[in-house]
């Protein structure tokens, strides 16, 4: 991992939380990591929390720190990761929207694109999510299918975000393939 340059999207699921300890090993394993993240998002986890985890500034807005934030940040990785992937983001990537600075360097990224979804089970199971999910791999991004088990919500059921662990390991295996 050791110089390698990963950009990290958070999206507004709960497993956020997670998000910050796979992002905490990414560091610890060498890389550097930049994140950005939906307006959602951080209403779970803070900006700041990433901050301290990989000593960079978090991008939030589209208008925000640099001349061109989203092509900046897209640049500089090799591997864009987002976790937790929400219903909403599945659905603007797989339709081409660009309405915020997530959705806009998902975009502006031509490199591999690995996404973790996690959602309640019925909203796992709706069709227009299964949609969305097979136009993002017929795309070719990769997905870190969710687990099942207990949900923030109560309800126990598929839709669980994969492990930080099991995250890093796709990420490791992805990089991998990169020269
Ligand atoms: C506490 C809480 C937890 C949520 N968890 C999820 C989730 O796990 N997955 C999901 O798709 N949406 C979840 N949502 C709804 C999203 O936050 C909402 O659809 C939002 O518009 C997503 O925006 P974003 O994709 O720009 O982050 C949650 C909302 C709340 C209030």
Request: proline fraction near 6%; charge should be positive; charged fraction near 20%.
């Amino acid at each position: 991992m050791n110089g390698r340059e990963l950009l990290i999207g958070v999206t507004g699921g709960i497993a956020a939380f997670k998000t910050a300890a796979l992002v905490s090993k990414l560091v610890q394993a060498g890389a550097g990591v930049s994140v950005v993240m939906t307006r959602s998002a951080t209403q779970l986890v803070g900006p700041k929390t990433f901050e301290a985890l990989t000593g960079r500034p978090v991008g939030v807005k589209v208008f925000g720190r640099g001349a061109h934030p989203h092509i900046e940040a897209a640049q500089k990785a090799e591997l864009f990761c987002i976790a937790p992937a929400t219903a909403n983001i599945l659905a603007k990537a797989a339709c081409g929207l660009a309405d915020d600075l997530v959705s806009t360097v998902y975009l502006a990224f031509d490199g591999p694109v690995l996404m973790a979804p996690a959602m309640n089970t019925k909203m796992w199971e709706k069709p227009a999510v299964k949609r969305n999910l097979e136009q993002l791999r017929a795309d070719g991004v990769i997905f870190i299918e969710p687990g099942e088990g207990r949900l923030s919500c109560g309800d126990i059921g598929a839709g669980r975000m994969a492990e930080p662990e099991q995250i890093f390991r796709a990420i490791v295996q992805q990089l991998g393939k990169i020269p």
